[in-house]
């Protein structure tokens, strides 16, 4: 079966301290890999999205980055945490079943930015 | 830019109530999903309409695709409180030559005993 695990699950941190959220994914290879933020009951907001090792794609302006450095890695990261960063977290992987695509979510990441 | 409207935004009914959500857009999509999303978790997919008129049912759940391909609904029927949660619909759909996967705006249902 094909997981995706986050870690961690909750954190809480003071503006201006780095972030770094991980993403691992079990069971595929290659995978088409995707950060999401989702204000308190709202939808989710696509901020990027990789398609393979070292490739990234950048969906909204932000002071957040992504990184890749394993095939099933993804790393979210700030260098500077603002306020404006609290919100839930998630990490999806791409999956095509019959000629059209699917997303799988892992279990997310609260982050609370004091 | 939101392509995906998703109606109404927030839903409290009663248990056994019956109940409506839509999914419209002004494009075209080649498969359209449903998900729901329980809080503290991430969306869970319940269902893939991929024909223009196709409908799926999922136990009490009922999803219609559009004949144009443009728009969904998800109809449940006797709602229950494990019903409660948020409802989103997602689809993918190619722009200037570039694939595109989108989420709805988002359907919080609350259910009441």
């Known amino acids: 079966s094909q997981t995706i695990h986050q870690w961690p699950a909750t954190l809480v941190q003071p503006v201006g301290s780095p972030l770094s959220l991980e993403c691992t994914v079990e069971?595929?290879?290659?995978?088409?890999l995707y950060w999401y933020r989702q204000a308190a009951g709202r939808g989710l907001q696509l901020l990027f999205y990789?398609?393979?090792?070292?490739?990234i794609s950048s969906e909204v302006p932000q002071n957040l980055s992504a990184s890749r450095p394993q095939d099933r890695q993804f790393i979210l990261s700030s260098k500077k945490l603002l306020l404006s960063d609290s919100g839930f977290y998630l990490c999806?992987?791409?999956?095509?079943?019959?000629?059209?695509?699917?997303?799988?979510f892992g279990p997310g990441t609260r982050l609370t930015v004091l | 830019t939101q392509l995906l409207e998703q109606s109404p935004q927030f839903l409290s009914i009663q248990e056994g109530e019956n109940l409506t959500v839509y999914c419209n857009s002004s494009?075209?999509?080649?498969?359209l999903q449903w998900y729901r999303q329980e809080p503290g978790e991430g969306p869970v997919l319940l269902v893939t309409v991929v024909t223009g008129g196709e409908v799926k049912k999922l136990k009490r759940l009922t999803f219609q695709f559009g004949d144009a391909r443009k728009d969904s609904s998800l109809h449940i029927t006797a709602a229950q409180p494990g019903d409660t949660g948020l409802y989103l619909c997602?689809?993918?759909?190619?722009?200037?030559?570039?694939?595109?996967?989108?989420f709805g705006t988002g359907t919080r249902l609350k259910v009441l005993a």
């Open positions: 990789s398609v393979g090792i070292g490739q």
């Open positions: 069971g595929t290879s290659n995978p088409n």
């Open positions: 494009s075209v999509f080649s498969s």
């Open positions: 999806a992987r791409l999956a095509r079943d019959r000629g059209h695509n699917e997303q799988f």
């Open positions: 997602a689809g993918d759909f190619v722009t200037s030559g570039t694939y595109k996967y989108i």
